[in-house]
């Protein structure tokens, strides 16, 4: 018994040439899912808001360095050569620091005071 085929050669052949003579090709079309269309629409949309996120992020690190830059620029004094126009005005937070700075500052007072005492004798 011959075997019964759904479509015969003949058709086969036909459907090939009828495809290679037609401008669309019937391999180059797609027919896109509900599915596949939101995955893709999914894509773009993450796509864009990291886009999106990577400019703010770019933007905010440009914004930090104008403002390191305007603060360098504000340190600068001139008449030293230096950037030492900051130094001293932020406060101290560290409690060794302001320890030592108070150990400092009053350590000795009276060779101090009597050092002035005698400059200002020697003036007058």
């Known amino acids: 018994?011959?075997?019964?085929?759904?479509?015969?050669?003949?058709?086969?052949?036909?459907?090939?040439?009828?495809?290679?003579?037609?401008?669309?090709?019937?391999?180059?079309?797609?027919?896109?899912?509900?599915?596949?269309?939101?995955?893709?629409?999914?894509?773009?949309?993450?796509?864009?808001?990291?886009?999106?996120?990577?400019?703010?992020?770019?933007?905010?690190?440009?914004?930090?360095?104008?403002?390191?830059?305007?603060?360098?620029?504000?340190a600068y004094n001139a008449k030293t050569g230096s950037y030492s126009g900051n130094y001293g005005q932020k406060p101290v937070r560290d409690e060794d620091q302001k320890q030592q700075i108070h150990a400092i500052l009053n350590e000795k007072p009276e060779p101090f005071e009597y050092a002035m005492q005698t400059l200002q004798a020697q003036d007058s």
């Open 1 to 74: 018994m011959p075997a019964v085929y759904a479509i015969d050669l003949i058709a086969k052949r036909d459907k090939k040439i009828k495809m290679d003579r037609s401008i669309i090709k019937g391999w180059n079309v797609h027919y896109q899912t509900l599915e596949e269309v939101e995955e893709a629409a999914r894509a773009k949309k993450r796509k864009e808001e990291e886009e999106a996120r990577k400019a703010k992020q770019h933007q905010d690190e440009q914004s930090d360095a104008d403002d390191d830059e305007e603060h360098r620029r504000e």
